[in-house]
C-alpha cells in the first residue's frame, strides 16, 4: 500500500514512538524508509523521546566470575516493578569482559588491558576501537577507561588514562566516536591521587574521587570536561572516615556520593544543581534491619534507577569478589542481588527471579537507534553454524573433484 499521501513529517512523528526492535525490521520495507530511520536527526529525536518516556527500558546482566564477565542476559520491565520477565539469554561482542559504563542505550566493555568495545545490546551492532598502545614505554603500564556523551559536541568518546608505575606523567587520550580516531590531550592530570578506580559519567564529563598523596582523609571531587577538556575540583559532601567507604555514582541524571558506614548503614546524597557544591542533599538511607545483609560479603547498594513513580529504587547488591572465589571456584549465591528499597517505607526486597545469573554486573539501556552503522553481533551458535556450512561445502567440494579424476 502507497504511503505517499501520508505527510512525511506524520510518517516522522509516527516512527519516533517505536520500539528500537520494530524500527529495526522496518529498515528493510523500503529505501525511503530506511534513510529516513537511519538519519542523523531521527535518531536523535528517536533517543530523546526514550529518555523522557524511560521506553525499552531494559537491564543487560553479565555473568561475573569473580573476575571477568561472561554470558549475557537481558530484560525489560514497565510499570510493575515488582514482576520482571524472564532474563533472555543474549552474547555480548567481546567475551571474558568487564563492564565500564551505559550512556543513551551503548554500553562501553573492556577486555584486558587495550580491547574496548562500544555495544547497542538493543540493535545488537557494536564498534571495536582501535587499539592504542602505549610508545617508548615497557609493559609497566596500566589503563584506567570512561565512556561518556559530549554534549556540547553530540559526541560519544572513551577518555584513557595511561598509568606509568616508573612514575612517568600520566598520558590522556581520548577516542572520538564521530572522528573514529585517538586524540592525546595536552592538559596535564592535577597533583591527585584517586581513591577509587570506578569513575562515572554526567553532564559531558567523567568524574572521580580524589586526595592529595598521603592525605586520604580529604577527598574531593574531581572532573574532567570532555568538550573543554579541563579539569576542575568540588567538594563532597562527607569527610572520609576510617568507619566508612566512599563512591560515586549516578542515579535519576544526578552525580550520586555514596557512604557506607561498615556494619550500619548506606547514605546516599544526590547533587540536585550540577557543578554547585551546596546543592547536596541526602536523599535515603539504608539503615542495617531493611535489608538483610551478609556482613562478610556485602561491599554497598549501587544505585541503578527509581521506579517511574519514583517511591522506589533498583539496587544492585555488590559483594566482595575475593569472598565469591572460594579455591578458585566460583562459590553459589542463593539469593539474587537486585532489590527494590522503598523510599518512603525505608525497606527493602529482593527480587527473586530464578533466570538470573547467580553473579553479574549491570549497565542500565534505554530504546536508542545509535550505531546503526556498526557491525553485527553474531551469536556463537550462528558463528558454528557458518563454520560447518563452510566445511560441508568444502567436502562437497573436494568429492566432486574426486569423483572427476575417477571419470577422467
Known amino acids: 500500500m502507497s504511503n505517499s499521501h501520508i505527510p512525511p513529517e506524520l510518517i516522522t512523528n509516527i516512527l519516533s514512538h517505536l520500539p528500537v526492535k520494530s524500527l529495526a525490521r522496518f529498515l528493510s520495507v523500503s529505501r525511503q524508509w530506511y534513510d529516513l530511520i537511519s538519519d542523523s536527526g531521527f535518531v536523535k529525536k528517536h533517543l530523546n523521546r526514550s529518555v523522557e518516556t524511560n521506553r525499552d527500558r531494559t537491564i543487560i546482566l553479565l555473568e561475573h566470575d569473580g573476575s571477568h564477565c561472561g554470558n549475557g542476559f537481558s530484560f525489560n520491565f514497565d510499570d510493575d516493578e515488582d514482576q520482571f520477565c524472564n532474563a533472555v539469554k543474549m552474547y555480548p561482542p567481546l567475551q571474558h569482559c568487564d563492564i565500564l559504563d551505559c550512556c543513551d542505550g551503548l554500553v562501553c566493555l573492556l577486555k584486558g588491558r587495550e580491547e574496548v568495545v562500544i555495544w547497542n545490546p538493543l540493535l545488537r551492532k557494536y564498534r571495536k576501537l582501535p587499539s592504542e598502545k602505549p610508545k617508548g614505554v615497557t609493559d609497566f603500564w596500566f589503563p584506567q577507561f570512561a565512556f561518556c556523551h559530549d554534549h556540547q559536541n553530540d559526541d560519544y568518546k572513551v577518555l584513557r588514562l595511561l598509568f606509568h608505575y616508573n612514575d612517568l606523567p600520566i598520558e590522556i587520550k581520548v577516542y572520538s566516536l564521530k572522528s573514529q580516531r585517538w586524540k592525546k590531550v595536552e592538559e596535564q592530570w592535577p597533583n591527585k591521587e584517586i581513591c577509587h578506580w570506578e569513575s562515572v559519567s554526567l553532564n559531558g564529563a567523567v568524574h572521580w574521587l580524589v586526595a592529595d598523596y598521603g592525605v586520604l582523609d580529604k577527598e574531593s571531587l574531581l572532573a574532567f570536561d570532555l568538550a573543554s577538556e579541563k579539569f576542575k575540583l568540588y567538594t563532597t559532601p562527607v569527610s572520609p572516615d576510617l568507619n566508612q567507604e566512599t563512591r560515586l555514582e549516578v542515579l535519576g541524571g544526578h552525580l550520586c556520593f555514596l557512604v557506607n558506614v561498615f556494619e550500619e548503614y548506606n547514605d546516599v546524597w544526590f547533587m540536585k544543581e550540577y557543578g554547585v557544591d551546596s546543592s547536596w542533599t541526602r536523599i535515603y538511607k539504608i539503615e542495617r534491619d531493611a535489608v538483610t ?83 553485527n553481533v553474531i551469536d556463537p551458535w550462528q558463528r558454528n553454524a557458518s563454520q560447518s556450512e563452510g566445511l560441508n561445502l568444502l567436502l562437497k567440494a573436494v568429492d566432486e573433484l574426486e569423483n572427476e579424476m575417477l571419470e577422467g
Open 293 to 375: 545483609w551478609d556482613f562478610e560479603r556485602f561491599e554497598y547498594y549501587k544505585p541503578l534507577m527509581f521506579s517511574k513513580n519514583g517511591k522506589k529504587v533498583l539496587l544492585e547488591e555488590h559483594w566482595n569478589n575475593n569472598a565469591i572465589l572460594v579455591d578458585h571456584v566460583v562459590e553459589k549465591i542463593h539469593s539474587k542481588n537486585l532489590i527494590w528499597y522503598d523510599i518512603e517505607k525505608k525497606q527493602g526486597k529482593r527480587v527473586q527471579n530464578w533466570s538470573f545469573p547467580d553473579a553479574f554486573r549491570t549497565a542500565t539501556c534505554i530504546g536508542s537507534l545509535l550505531l546503526l552503522d556498526g557491525d
